[in-house]
């Protein structure tokens, strides 16, 4: 997996080189989309965006035979249920926003959802419902979701408790400061410092040995902890590189710094006891590697901040725990 290498400028763009990136995270509450039908606002692209090439992309996206859905299985009870179930975000920039007119959810993760959706139904209709990172686990073991699309890191721990589909892309760790903040460039530097990490995030393992002495900080959503840090509640922030870049694009006042100092593998996570929709997963995901709608979701997303191509997705099942 290739690391992910940025720079920001006073517009905070994003130049990587050779790599992927990921998912998001959020409050609490329900929300409801059907797909790419309705305008996007300007400058935001996706394909819940107008324009014929992300239609079109809905439009070509693969719908799986009566034959990929046996009887009795998840798929055929989502089916007629008419929607896929997903625990998400709705407040998370390029990944899964609410967009303020419309009401449609966009963003990759959003996006990949609504796909998933249309190869099980065959028209993109998902329910969100926004968790908090340290209630996943108990919502897919509890069926509340059908999957989870987030910044959802696979590990052998995590397996234990749920499946993994994926994994689907690939980002790291990284530090966002405050705008103003000039002594901090790396994950170095925060040796002790205070620092402001998501609950039960791979931050929480990761930073004792990354920076020793640090102290943590720990906020139950991606939002709250972007708040702590404009507050000075904590001298930076360390989380996936790609929701810092979400947060640096929508408050000018944070910005990321260094490199990303990890490599995650990020999966949908799905409920332990279902191999048969894990495996139904996988091969969506194989299909839309292989005809390009992956990256053509990537660049309408992550990639509209970036410079450079899709990057080549991860091989699926090359996680441990997944």
Request: with cysteine; hydrophobic share 40%.
């Amino acid at each position: 997996m290739s690391i992910l290498k940025m720079s920001f400028t006073g517009r905070r763009s994003l130049a990587l080189t050779a790599t992927a990136v990921a998912v998001a995270l959020a409050a609490t509450g329900c929300g409801g989309d059907s797909g790419g039908s309705t305008p996007a606002l300007p400058g935001n692209p996706g394909l819940g965006g107008d324009g014929v090439i992300a239609q079109s992309v809905y439009d070509a996206a693969p719908v799986a035979t009566d034959a990929d859905i046996p009887a009795g299985s998840t798929m055929e009870a989502i089916r007629k249920r008419g929607y896929l179930n997903i625990g998400g975000s709705l407040d998370a920039p390029l990944l899964a926003q609410q967009n303020p007119v419309s009401g449609t959810i966009e963003g990759f993760d959003a996006d990949m959802a609504k796909l998933l959706a249309k190869y099980i139904i065959g028209k993109p209709e998902v329910k969100t419902t926004t968790i908090g990172t340290q209630t996943r686990e108990a919502m897919l073991q509890a069926k509340s979701v059908d999957a989870v699309f987030q910044t959802y890191t696979i590990t052998p721990q995590r397996a234990t408790q749920v499946a993994f589909a994926g994994p689907y892309l690939t980002s790291g760790l990284a530090v966002g400061v405050r705008k103003d903040e000039t002594s901090i460039k790396s994950v170095k530097d925060l040796a002790g410092k205070t620092v402001i990490v998501g609950a039960n995030t791979p931050a929480v393992t990761a930073l004792p040995s990354a920076a020793p002495g640090s102290k943590q900080i720990a906020f139950g959503t991606d939002p709250q902890a972007l708040q702590a840090l404009l507050q000075k509640r904590g001298d930076a922030y360390v989380q996936d590189f790609t929701l810092l870049a979400s947060g640096a694009k929508a408050n000018p006042g944070m910005k990321v710094v260094g490199e990303p100092f990890t490599t995650e593998a990020y999966g949908i996570g799905l409920n332990k006891a279902d191999a048969q929709f894990k495996e139904f997963v996988n091969n969506w995901l194989k299909k839309i590697q292989a005809d390009g709608t992956w990256a053509k979701v990537w660049e309408g997303t992550l990639g509209s901040v970036v410079e450079g191509g899709a990057p080549t997705p991860p091989a699926l099942g090359s996680a441990d725990g997944s």
